[in-house]
Each structure stands twice: as C-alpha cells, then as structure tokens.
C-alpha cells in the first residue's frame, strides 16, 4: 500500500534545503515491534530584493539614485534573474544567475517629474524574478519611499539699471553739451537787460 501528505514550509525551513524523515512501525505476528524510515530531501528555491535611496526629499528635475541588493535566499541555484521598477522599467543586471545564499547590487536613476509632486510622497516599485534548477518561477518586491517632493521655485531675474541713466533729482546741474548751452544764453540775457537799461538811464540823462 502507500500513502501521500503534503507539508507547508515554514520561514525556518525554507532558510536552507531541509530533510524530511518518515519513519513507520508496526507489530510482527507474535507481538515483536518492527520499524522503519527513510527521508527525502527538500530543495528551497528563494529570492529575495532590498532596494534603498539615500535622500528624503527631491525637487522636480532632480536625479535620483536608487540602490537594489538581490540575494538568493534558497538551496540551490537560480538563473534568468530579472529586475524591473515601475517607474525606471528594467534594469540591467551585472549577472543573471546567483548560487544558493550569493547576492549582486546594481544602481539606477530616476529623474523626478512634475507629476511626483502632485501627490508625494514618491514610491516606486522594485520586482525580481528568477527561475530554480527545474525552472520552477520565484519573485520578490521592495518599494523605496520619498516623503518630500517639491516644485522648483521660479527664477526671478532682475534687470540692472546704469546709474548714468538715472535722472538726477536734484544738485548740481549737469555739465553736458545742453546744460552749458543753457548756462551760455542765460549769460547773454542778462548781458542785454544790462545794456538796455543803461542806455534808458543815459537817454533820461540826456532829456534832463
């Protein structure tokens, strides 16, 4: 006869490949115990993603660095890894492949958009996949978080005035070309109401 059962793996299990023990007993004609076992063992197929950022707050146009640390977490080696983020798309790799307990690190960039500071704070969505020996499928996500995104502040640009294009309000006249022309006929005016009064004070002279 035979029999079958199915386990659930726990968190303690699944952290390396583990021996399942089966062991049976019975009772021979005249009473005497009788006993076997055997074992099989189980591979663990594990993947797992840590992706970090360094700063918590951004302006829009700002380049933001991402890190992501993928680590084989299972017994036994995976092949055609992946990695994808939501907001940058896929990521290139510097290997496709990690042995049992191996972990690589690859950097990308994201350059922030208006459309992030809409609504902050700025999640984005790092997902890896990869396939064990058998080429059963396993995946894993992380998501890095940036509490404050803020718009740029407007570029005022102010317009220097030359002080020689200043009107004076008040001192010494100017001594250009128009204020000694100015100056000269003034000079002559006077001179003629000069004249022409002594010429009025000698004719009374005159009719005395």
């Not at 317009?159 to 009107?167: D, F, G, I, Y």
């Amino acid at each position: 006869m035979g029999a079958s059962t199915s386990y659930d793996c726990t968190v303690a299990s699944v952290a390396a490949a583990f021996t399942n023990v089966a062991t049976v007993t019975g009772q021979g004609p005249a009473g005497e115990p009788v006993t076997d076992s055997d074992d099989a063992k189980v591979d663990v197929i594990g993947l797992t993603v840590v992706k970090t950022v360094g700063v918590t707050s951004v302006s829009v146009g700002d380049t933001v660095t991402y890190t992501y640390v993928i680590t084989n977490t299972g017994s036994v080696p995976l092949s055609d890894i992946t990695l994808t983020d939501d907001k940058i798309g896929t990521i290139t790799l510097p290997a496709t492949t990690l042995a049992a307990g191996q972990s690589m690190s690859v950097t990308a960039t994201y350059v922030v958009t208006a459309a992030d500071a809409v609504s902050p704070p700025l999640v984005n969505v790092a997902t890896a996949a990869g396939k064990g020996p058998s080429g059963q499928p396993v995946t894993a996500q992380d998501d890095a978080q940036i509490p404050t995104v803020v718009l740029q502040a407007a570029t005022t640009t102010t317009a220097a005035v030359s002080p020689a294009t200043l009107p004076k309000t008040g001192g010494q006249l100017e001594t250009g070309p128009v204020s000694s022309l100015a100056a000269g006929l003034i000079m002559i005016g006077a001179l003629l109401v000069l004249t022409t009064r002594r010429r009025s004070l000698s004719n009374g002279n005159r009719l005395g």
